[in-house]
């Protein structure tokens, strides 16, 4: 099943891409794994996604020793603790949802203990959610004018996770206004920004997204079928 999951995703993706004159090779698939065990995991991966996202700190250290990401980049695309960052810094490819500046302060001071630069993205609360964390369209762009204070982060892009959409189309205004601010930080030229990847796009959304210029889409559920939240 999920193979064939993927694959109909894939044919999507395609056809969202050249219907908006892109490349679809220029848009990323990660899975988004959050409750689905290593064996799950390890199919989506033979199935071809491009990388696998997790949710949850305790997840990823209980599924990466049993290999389930091998192949593949993984990315924490979850809401991140300060007191967790130890343990994920060093540990994934990315980290996505950097959503505010206590966060990024700590992700530095880790990643600078390590030794090593860790790559992030800045989550967006592009719809302005009094429920939903992210920094505001002002704010991300004041944080990666900054990002020469952080030597030992790198910015690759943005992340947003939109309001839940009702009808397709509902959120192809936030996905323009985020692909407006990726652009407008990328004309920027600052210091250890390198901005590459927009992530956006859901398993309700994600050809609105594409044809706003998306570069990875997140999917779980139109993966790995309903999550069992009882």
């Known amino acids: 099943m999920i193979h064939e999951n993927v694959q109909t995703i894939r044919a999507a993706m395609a056809r969202a891409a050249e219907a908006a004159g892109r490349d679809p090779k220029e848009i990323l698939l990660c899975a988004a794994t959050k409750m689905n065990n290593a064996d799950a995991v390890r199919q989506a991966v033979a199935a071809g996604v491009d990388c696998c996202g997790e949710n949850r700190v305790q997840e990823l250290l209980e599924k990466q020793p049993l290999g389930a990401y091998t192949g593949v980049p993984v990315h ?119 901005m590459d990847c927009l992530s956006m796009g859901m398993s309700d959304d994600f050809t609105d997204a594409i044809a706003e210029g998306s570069t990875m889409i997140r999917v779980g559920t139109a993966i790995f079928g309903a999550r069992n939240y009882g």
């Open 76 to 194: 924490f695309i979850g809401h991140l603790q300060t007191n967790k960052v130890k343990q994920v810094v060093g540990r994934v490819d990315c980290i996505q949802s950097v959503d505010r500046l206590p966060l990024l302060e700590c992700i530095q001071k880790e990643a600078d203990k390590q030794g090593i630069v860790q790559d992030i993205l800045l989550e967006v609360n592009v719809g302005g959610e009094a429920s939903k964390s992210g920094f505001t369209v002002e704010e991300t762009a004041a944080v990666a004018a900054r990002m020469g204070e952080f030597p030992a982060v790198h910015l690759r892009g943005l992340m947003a996770i939109p309001p839940i959409s009702q009808n397709p189309g509902d959120n192809s205004k936030f996905f323009a206004q985020m692909r407006n601010l990726f652009v407008d930080i990328k004309g920027k030229k600052y210091d250890n920004v390198s």
